[in-house]
């Protein structure tokens, strides 16, 4: 009996160190990334706000990133999803991407309003009508989202050897209740999920640059970003340390460059690896000090047109960068001693750079 009596209150204490439920998600920040002919993330986007049966009221931003491909057997969905520092990954196939976009447009309603409308349900007078649910082929290739008719409609909680899988979409999935009513929406006004605000990052990078100072000169680079699901805004210095030209007599002259610009980027994913393509402009000043004449210290202007391509690879709020950039001179300089080119720049030169970006606001995988 002793024993016994320990042992309930050993698993009662435990009991009440048992890590709460996630909550509800208030927003969602979707990467939605799919080929020509499939729907895009503005059809997943109004499809979950038919779905939705008001503002979703919990805290927090779910996180989604989901990927589809297609073959000639059908549509494939790779699906990533963080709330609360909690991450799950899941795959979903289905014949069409059509019949996909369904499946993913009623997980994540559930996931962000257990009360959202869901195949199975009576429509709601005040919304669109609610199409039919996927078919048995996709149903039966997307069981981790499909309506499950013996349980009156509600979604099936995915698990592996018996036990549920506890994930931040499939807890919001569990406590899904078909019976809601429209008096729970009719409190509410009805409105789209926000989108999180951007997200910001700077970063710092060291490399090379050849042609604005040739021969090859060190660079340092800084950047403060504004970054979207599937574009960036950045503001960026850059800096060429100096280096000293000589003729044989001892004359030359010490140059050095600084340059602040700015750039917009195209956000492309493959998996979790990111290639930005971007193109801006920057200028700034050359400055010359002339080594054994008698001339004063110089600052020329410089203007150049940027475009590059680079490699991201993000884990939670650090990353590391490396970039290429292609720099076109439009207002540039040379200079002479006596009859001897001291420094010609080139039209073209190219910049090498690899850094590290802090994204403060970024989960951590």
């Known amino acids: 009996m002793v024993v016994h009596g320990l042992v309930a209150s050993i698993a009662a204490v435990l009991g009440a160190f048992e890590p709460p439920p996630p909550p509800n998600p208030e927003v969602l920040e979707l ?11 503005e059809d997943l986007e ?5 779905l939705l049966p008001g503002e979703p009221s919990g805290e927090g931003v779910l996180v989604v990133e989901g990927e589809v491909t297609t073959s000639a057997r059908g549509a494939t969905l790779v699906l990533r999803s963080t709330l609360a520092g909690r991450t799950e990954s899941r795959e979903l196939a289905s014949a069409s991407c059509g019949e996909l976009l369904e499946s993913t447009a009623v997980l994540l309603a559930v996931a962000l309003e257990p ?18 649910p996927p078919s048995d082929t996709a149903r039966d290739s997307a069981s981790d989202t499909a309506p499950d008719s013996a349980s009156g409609g509600a979604p099936r909680e995915p698990t592996t050897d018996g036990d549920p899988i506890a994930s ?12 809601s009513t429209p008096d729970r929406a009719d409190r509410r006004r009805a409105r789209a999920p926000r989108r999180a605000p951007p997200s910001v ?5 060291a490399g090379i640059e050849a042609g604005a100072m040739p021969p090859p000169s060190a660079a340092l680079a800084a950047a403060f970003s504004l970054s979207w699901p599937r574009a960036r805004l950045e503001v960026h210095g850059t800096w060429l340390a100096p280096r000293t030209a000589r003729e044989v007599d001892g004359r030359g002259a010490t140059y050095q460059l600084g340059t602040a610009g700015a750039r917009g980027c195209g956000r492309v994913f493959v998996r979790a690896v990111e290639l930005p393509v971007c193109a801006g402009g920057e200028g700034g000043a050359l400055r010359v000090r002339p080594r054994g004449l008698d001339a004063a210290i110089t600052n020329v202007p410089w203007v150049a047109a940027i475009a590059g391509v680079g490699i991201v690879r993000a884990w939670g709020p650090v990353a590391i960068t490396a970039t290429i950039d292609g720099v076109v001179r439009l207002v540039g300089h040379r200079f002479d001693i006596d009859d001897a080119v001291s420094l010609r ?6 910049r090498a750079l690899v850094g590290v970006e802090l994204r403060p606001g970024a989960r951590r995988d």
């Not at 109004?46 to 038919?50: F, P, S």
């Not at 009360?115 to 039919?132: L, N, W």
């Open 31 to 41: 990467h939605w990334r799919a080929p020509p002919g499939c729907p895009t993330q």
């Open 46 to 50: 109004r499809r979950i706000r038919a």
């Open 115 to 132: 009360s959202a409308t869901i195949p199975g349900q009576v429509p709601r007078p005040d919304r669109d009508p609610v199409p039919p």
């Open 168 to 179: 931040p979409v499939d807890a919001r999935l569990a406590e899904a209740d078909p019976r």
């Open 201 to 205: 990052g700077l970063r710092i990078a």
């Open 345 to 350: 720049q080139f039209p073209v030169s190219a």
